[in-house]
């Protein structure tokens, strides 16, 4: 029956969806080490496409079948190891990426040619890690990010929140990330949306206390990074921002077990039958689009979308589209704006 959904559902979006390739293309780096899970946040977005199709106007569709063919395998693992087991060892079920590869969604109104490509540039994590890449991967990380007008940095949450966060580091890596940055945003010339990530984190934002918490030990452990952003050279080009996704929906931690050494991460779920629901995947979309769209309504000049700005200046009805989706970010329980509120309004008053 849901393979019966799934397939009319994709002849559908076939149909709808013309051959004519968006003019427009958006890169966005997604950030993180090894296993934090890039990909799996991926494979969310891509599953809750329906949250977006049919809302504000707007749909998302999947232009090329590696893309498809990736992130639907991903869905699957994912799908059956929630389905199958009550309790999960996180680096159970799925494979890690293997080299850099750029993810594509493209975003148009209902029905018609889409207007603008998404391209989620995702890299096996093992990259960032000057102990064990080279300094060619480290560097076209660097790249990556200099190039992107939208960085998502993934944080596994898990490590971040328990045991006073004693293994944050060994898992998200905070001071690479800082280097990168500093490395990427020297003599930056244009205004840049970051994107924090929380992933895995459905124990932490279950109340309006917990997530608060969260939000307080995200601004402790990447003090650096964003003192880093706040600084006078960046203040006034770089906005940052909290979207906590919980890509599993159904799991929650249990506990951590050390195995010589190395911590294992053990998630279980509430019931036996709970299936595989992530929530608020479309965040991160919904605060990019409107960095982009604060952004034409500026008229500023940006040289890396310039080209996308003057377009929405010719399309009322994507722009309005948009603006209707834009509205919808979230600002509490956990979403929050950390700097740069001015480059996201998007509202007169
Ligand atoms: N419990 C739980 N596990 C998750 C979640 N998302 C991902 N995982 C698991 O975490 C592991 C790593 O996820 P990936 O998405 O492959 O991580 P990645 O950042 O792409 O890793 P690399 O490709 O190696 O850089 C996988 O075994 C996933 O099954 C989640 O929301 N909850
Ligand atoms: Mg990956």
């Given at each position: 029956m849901i393979q019966i959904f799934q397939w009319s559902k994709r002849m559908f979006a076939r149909i709808f969806q013309s051959k004519k390739a968006p003019e427009q293309t958006l890169k966005i780096t997604m950030l993180g080490a090894r296993g934090v899970g890039k990909t799996s946040f991926l494979a969310a977005i891509y599953d809750q496409f329906d949250k977006i199709v049919g809302q504000a106007n707007l749909q998302l569709t999947i232009p090329d079948d590696l893309?498809?063919?990736v992130l639907d395998q991903r869905l699957t693992e994912l799908k059956n190891f929630v389905d199958k087991n009550k309790n999960v060892k996180v680096t159970d079920g799925t494979?890690?990426?293997?080299?850099?590869?750029?993810?594509f969604f493209d975003l148009g109104k209902t029905g018609v040619s889409p207007s603008l490509r998404l391209e989620f540039q995702d890299y096996p994590g093992g990259y960032m890690d000057e102990s064990e890449a080279t300094s060619e991967q480290v560097k076209s990380v660097e790249n990556f990010i200099?190039?992107?007008?939208?960085?998502l940095i993934a944080i596994d949450t898990p490590p971040l929140m328990e045991k006073e966060g004693e293994w944050h580091e060994y898992f998200n890596q905070p001071e690479t990330v800082r280097k990168l940055f500093k490395k990427a945003y020297q003599n930056l010339d244009s205004p840049r949306l970051v994107i924090f990530t929380p992933v895995k984190c459905e124990s932490y934002v279950q109340n309006d206390r917990d997530a608060s918490n969260l939000l307080e030990r995200i601004r402790e452990k990447y003090a650096t990074l964003l003192e880093f952003?706040?600084?006078?050279?960046?203040?006034?080009?770089?906005?940052?921002?909290v979207t906590p996704v919980q890509t599993v929906g159904s799991v929650i931690f249990s506990r951590v077990e050390n195995k010589d050494g190395t911590p294992y991460?053990?998630?279980r779920k509430g019931d036996s039958a709970d299936k595989y629901q992530p929530k608020d995947s479309e965040q991160p979309l919904r605060y990019l689009l409107r960095f982009l769209l604060r952004l034409h309504l500026e008229k500023r000049r940006v040289p890396i979308i310039d080209s996308i700005l003057n377009f929405f200046g010719r399309d009322t009805v994507l722009k309005d589209a948009i603006s209707e989706f834009a509205n919808g970010c979230k600002n509490t329980g956990g979403f929050s704006v950390l700097q740069g509120a001015n480059l996201l309004r998007i509202n007169r008053n």
């Open positions: 893309t498809r063919d494979s890690k990426t293997t080299s850099p590869r750029s993810f200099r190039e992107s007008a939208v960085v952003f706040s600084a006078d050279e960046l203040r006034s080009k770089v906005a940052v921002v991460f053990y998630f």
